[in-house]
């Protein structure tokens, strides 16, 4: 098996964890590993008949590991009709929380962002990057949206806000670099390239997906809620609104105590809010392992401190 072959694998594997069926164009930009054309991976597909299957949908073709077809071909299918109408309503919200004051980027994430949600009613995920010293500030805005949304019976989660001056993740596994790479920025377009470049790292695992695959125009604020958006921040930019985020910060990380267990992946402090308290990761690390053992694949060998001091700062 020649070394993109094993790449194209290692990309369909991951994406079988989340019963995910693939395009080409997919398996090109999120290719675990390796450098390829698309030449390089039609040419692999073709190679590798005995491991895969393509079944086309709609005028689409979409790969998958053979012995899982009849499982993720239709759930792919029916996520397929779920993802467009809670698409435009992540949009929509999330073009929202970027009129909050001190927010300076807004990412959707998680499995809405792969356009592959478990059904229409699925949470949506978000990414909030905040000017630093008003983490805690502006996650409390994005909470109140949070509750209004609600009631038009949409569920936002802005699980993960942290501050601008850090942006480079310490974590760096498959995971964490798929998260990054298939994030949409909404709005805040610059600060999104800011964090691609601290976290270049991330092409160790994905070297082709080093643009947003589902583009999007930046909908940053304008106008009168530009303005009123500076206003915002020059109200709660002193000592009023450092005194709202001390008694936010420490109100907040009280509470969460309470729900914090061994399962959870939780970062609180000045410049974290990350609240994946039932963390699944470790559990999809688990089974992509599984899945490459019943290939008789390694794991592909990434070498961080090949890639400079800055992959691990």
């Not at 012995?67 to 299918?77: D, E, G, I, L, P």
């Not at 962002?113 to 949470?123: C, K, L, R, T």
Request: with cysteine; glycine share 4%; proline share 3%.
């Amino acid at each position: 098996m020649t070394r993109i072959e094993k790449a194209v694998l290692w990309t369909l594997l991951y994406a079988d964890v989340f019963d995910f069926p693939m395009t080409k164009r997919e398996i090109h930009h999120f290719l675990v590993d390796t450098v390829a054309s698309m030449d390089d991976v039609e040419r692999a597909l073709e190679h590798l008949n005995e491991h895969i299957i393509c079944q086309t949908v709609e005028d689409q073709m979409y790969f998958a590991i053979r012995n899982r077809a009849q499982t993720v071909f239709a759930s792919r299918q029916q996520r397929q009709l779920a993802a467009p109408q809670l698409w435009k309503k992540a949009m929509r919200y999330g073009a929202i929380m970027g009129f909050i004051p001190f927010v300076r980027m807004v990412s959707l994430t998680g499995a809405l962002a792969m356009h592959n949600p478990s059904s229409e009613e699925d949470d949506i995920d978000y990414l909030l990057i905040i000017r630093p010293g008003r983490v805690w500030t502006a996650r409390l805005f994005a909470v109140i949206l949070v509750r209004v949304s609600k009631v038009f019976g949409v569920t936002l989660c802005p699980n993960y806000v942290l501050s601008e001056d850090t942006l480079t993740q310490r974590r760096q596994d498959i995971f964490i670099a798929h998260e990054i790479a298939q994030m949409c920025a909404i709005s805040g377009h610059e600060v999104y390239s800011r964090m691609r470049q601290c976290n270049h790292w991330t092409e160790l695992f994905l070297p082709n997906a080093k643009q947003m695959f589902h583009q999007e125009t930046d909908r940053q604020p304008r106008g009168i809620i530009k303005l009123l958006k500076h206003f915002g921040e020059f109200v709660l930019g002193g000592k009023l609104g450092d005194r709202i985020e001390r008694w936010e910060q420490k109100r907040k990380i009280h509470k969460f105590q309470e729900q914090i267990n061994q399962e959870s992946d939780v970062q609180l402090d000045e410049k974290h809010v990350k609240g994946h308290f039932d963390d699944h990761s470790n559990i999809i690390l688990r089974k992509y392992h599984e899945r490459l053992d019943q290939f008789g694949l390694s794991y592909p060998a990434f070498h961080i401190s090949d890639f400079g001091e800055s992959a691990a700062d």
